[in-house]
């Protein structure tokens, strides 16, 4: 158990619905990061955020958005949801996140099923 | 841009056989390298890793060695065991890109008893 909870663990929705993924970080863990694992892609990085602030974009869709609260958990929000946004998200946080070799620690994951 | 490639896959193997998966990178510049394992409904774990040319990283058994002549970072075991059936991925970090972590494809390895 990294300490990372993501929910939910399972989601399934049709075409053009919006999704909300939820991530806890780690305790004492300021940065957020969010992946998406799909077939085709592979692993590709989202978005970090730092301490609530954004810190680095990756190939994130416009149609998706991030966000951290003051607590230190992430939303990631998915909207007018297409076929191929099916893929598994993982969320991972690290302590700091601009320090060269910061282990990221990464969440279960969670399975977005777009029908 | 930066780019991880892995050998491809998937890898059998029996149990106790040697290990290798293949790891090369392509950036400008000396990144960090890292190995992670995901198992089987699992999230991913860090295996190892390299901060610096000639690091080698070693956990569980296995080893990999920053080679920055040949900008590979091979993953070796020398004994496997059916526990080890997982996909491994390649990464690398550079600190200017604050956390991004670029992944490889993955290798998928089966080891049978």
């Known amino acids: 158990d990294s300490g990372v909870t993501q929910t939910p663990k399972h989601l399934i929705t049709a075409t053009g619905q919006r999704v909300t993924l939820r991530c806890s970080p780690r305790s004492g863990d300021l940065s957020v990061y969010w992946y998406q694992q799909s077939l085709d892609q592979g692993l590709q990085f989202l978005i970090q955020y730092y301490n609530g602030e954004e810190r680095a974009k990756g190939n994130i869709l416009e149609r998706f958005s991030a966000q951290q609260f003051p607590d230190l958990h992430s939303e990631l929000n998915l909207s007018s949801l297409e076929l191929g946004d099916s893929a598994l998200y993982f969320c991972?946080?690290?302590?700091?996140?601009?320090?060269?070799?910061?282990?990221?620690?990464f969440g279960p994951g969670t399975r977005l099923t777009v029908l | 841009g930066d780019s991880v490639t892995q050998m491809e896959g998937p890898v059998t193997l029996s149990e106790e056989a040697f290990l290798t998966i293949n790891c090369t990178y392509t950036?400008?510049?000396?990144?960090?390298l890292f190995w992670y394992v995901q198992y089987p409904g699992e999230g991913l774990q860090l295996l190892l890793k390299?901060?610096?040319?000639?690091d080698k990283g070693s956990n569980k058994g296995f080893e990999a060695t920053y080679r920055k002549e040949t900008t590979s970072f091979h993953l070796e075991k020398g004994s496997v065991q059916v526990s080890d059936s997982a996909v491994y991925f390649c990464?690398?970090?550079?600190?200017?890109?604050?956390?991004?972590?670029?992944f490889g494809q993955g290798t998928i390895l089966t080891v049978h008893p």
């Open positions: 991972a946080s690290s302590v700091k996140g601009a320090v060269f070799a910061d282990t990221q620690y």
């Open positions: 990464a690398l970090r550079f600190g200017t890109s604050y956390g991004k972590l670029t």
């Open positions: 390299a901060t610096k040319a000639d």
């Open positions: 950036a400008t510049g000396y990144p960090s």
